[in-house]
């Protein structure tokens, strides 16, 4: 399987800064329902069941791999508030990251946030919990998605990769369209991912139609293989462009023409 957060991580300019504020936000939620559990309700519920009451947040950083984040930590008036974040979260962060990509790509589980949680030490937590969690988590991620480009994109660069993907209860090998972009400012960013069940020019045009919804604008070199649909696609969307085929697909094209007509010689 393709390590899918290593295909989408690059998608915010500051990469290491998106990622940090993906983390902080989901980290927060979990110790959110962690203070909901040892309260025994909701935050301004009047109930019997009420075991303590809210008394703010407290500031506390943790160590990731991508650097400090500054999480809020939730306050009881009666007794200590207690979290197993900082304790168990370096032996979760690639779950919590792959939950992220899942989210990016179709759509996160509610058996992979429940599994997230319980290796976070929450136990207990409700179905319809974990529901809002995966729900909250979908909804943050595709702000991303629908974010408009604030910048021109000048030299754009396309592909696609193939894995397999969960289609409903069963798994198919999908067409994953990635677009990856260089700003006049030199900063790389990929503004565009998104799974397909081939590489038809229709599945490309509808991902390009998107972007340029988004605000992609100043195109001037598209550059991809030599698969037709894709060459299709770009002209049609990118009037005015000029394509170049990659470097890469040039060569093994030069290669195989040339092991095929020293084989006919033979």
């Given amino acids: ?24 936000w989901f980290l927060n939620l979990v110790m959110e329902e962690e203070a909901l559990l040892q309260a025994g309700a909701e935050r301004y519920d009047r109930t019997s ?3 303590a009451s809210r008394n703010g947040y407290k500031p506390r950083t943790l160590l990731t791999k991508y650097g400090e984040v500054e999480l ?12 197993q974040i900082f304790e168990k979260y370096s032996r979760v962060e690639q779950s919590i ?10 759509g996160v589980s509610t058996r ?6 319980t290796a976070l030490g929450v136990e207990g937590i409700s179905a319809s919990s974990v529901s809002r969690i995966t729900k909250e988590l979908d909804e ?3 702000e991303f998605l629908s974010k408009p480009k604030e910048y021109e994109i000048p030299y754009v660069f396309i592909d696609a990769t193939y894995l397999k993907a969960r289609d409903g209860s069963h798994y198919k090998n999908k067409a ?10 030199g900063y790389r960013e990929i503004p565009g991912v998104k799974l397909a069940d081939s590489e038809y020019s229709l599945f490309w045009e509808d991902l390009f139609d998107d972007l340029k919804e988004r605000g992609l604008r100043g ?9 037709k649909g894709i060459q299709k696609a770009v002209t049609e969307s990118f009037i005015g462009s000029s394509w170049q085929m990659c470097h890469l697909h040039l060569m093994r094209q030069v290669l195989t023409a040339h092991l095929t007509s020293q084989t006919l010689i033979i």
Wanted: contains cysteine.
């Fill in 112 to 117: 992979r946030v429940n599994k997230v949680m």
């Fill in 176 to 185: 994953l369209f990635i677009v990856a972009g260089v700003r006049y400012d």
């Fill in 97 to 106: 990251l792959s939950a992220v990509a899942e989210s990016y790509l179709q």
């Fill in 1 to 24: 399987m393709v390590d899918l957060f290593s295909l989408i991580k690059d998608y915010l300019v500051d990469q290491e800064a998106g990622i940090r504020c993906l983390i902080t």
């Fill in 49 to 51: 069941s009420r075991k």
């Fill in 219 to 227: 195109v001037k070199l598209i550059v991809s293989d030599g698969h």
């Fill in 72 to 83: 809020l930590k939730p306050q009881f008036r009666e007794f200590p508030f207690e979290t």
């Fill in 140 to 142: 943050k991620v595709s």
